[in-house]
């Protein structure tokens, strides 16, 4: 993604090991935070209209959007994290994928993720 935004090759992170060190560098850094124009984005796509409708999705979303915010980034838009919730990610991330495993490939994955899959197939 970074990528096709324009990012320089060369400084995205290709691996999962140094695309760990590097965000914690900038986490470390004082770089990222989280201002009210952040704050007033997140409430929209947390809380978008009507997802009240959208009921135990609106839910999962919020959990797993929170759940996977570093703590500090998290306590920025002052969002109260518990034990509680902790345990309630474990088991939300657990049955997603369990669920993913057991889809096709064409409900599960990304588009991209099935071409570049199909190409090393071929």
Known sequence: MAIAIGVDEDAVP???PALQDYLLREYNSGRIVVGDDARRIVEAVLFPPLSALSGPFAWVNRL????????DVRDQYRYAWSDRRARQLKRTLGVIRSV????PKAVAWWPAARQRSSATEN
Do not use: H, I, S
């Open 64 to 71: 797993v959007t929170l759940g996977l915010l570093p703590d």
């Open 14 to 16: 290709r691996a999962w």
């Open 100 to 103: 993913r495993r057991v889809l």
